[in-house]
């Protein structure tokens, strides 16, 4: 239990897929951290939904819970250390591009969302979709220096003068 518990909190602080743009580490910490705050105020949000009378809010409530739960598999292995496959499917997310976990955060927060629009709903489900946003802007990549966007930008100039 113990190698388990060691390898889900390594496999958490790593980032194994090599196709992702160079990020600061305050960036990763941040979109990490952002992601489980989100999953866990979701996840009690969540219950407050399943517990309207509208059969629609009901499955957004079971929706929101089950997404809250997924992020916090995908965020934060160490929170579920108890569950046998935890370490799989941490890896399975550390393996994801920017780009992919930004498309799955924003789109799984906004359906519950469409489906029983109120105040718990969207709460619980913004912080995730923020999340989602904040990967999305990991995806683009660091700016470039100021040098290199100056010779852009004066390639750019001479391709649109030659061109007329």
């Known amino acids: 239990m113990g190698q388990a518990a060691s390898d889900a ?15 600061a580490w305050w960036c990763k910490l941040a979109a990490r951290a952002l992601s489980t705050v989100g999953a866990i105020i979701a996840l009690f949000t969540g219950i407050w939904v399943f517990i309207s009378a509208t059969p629609l809010c009901w499955v957004g ?11 916090l598999l995908f965020e934060c292995p160490y929170c579920c250390l108890m ?21 799955m955060y924003t789109i799984s ?19 995730i979709f923020v999340a989602g946003v904040f990967y999305g802007l990991m995806a683009l990549g660091k700016k470039a220096d100021r040098d290199s966007m100056i010779m852009t930008a004066a390639q750019q100039d001479l391709e649109m003068n030659t061109n007329q």
Do not use: E, H
């Not at 409530?61 to 992020?71: D, F, K, P, S, Y």
């Not at 935890?86 to 992919?100: E, G, L």
């Not at 927060?109 to 912080?127: E, H, M, Q």
């Open 109 to 127: 927060a906004i359906v519950p969302i469409c489906l029983c629009a109120g105040i718990s709903t969207i709460t619980g489900n913004l912080c």
């Open 61 to 71: 409530g079971i929706m929101q819970m089950l997404i809250a739960i997924l992020v």
């Open 83 to 103: 569950v046998t496959f935890v370490q799989k499917v941490s890896q399975f997310a550390d393996n994801r591009t920017y780009w992919q976990k930004a498309l």
């Open 9 to 23: 909190v390594t496999a958490s602080r790593t980032d194994t897929n090599p196709s992702n743009p160079d990020a």
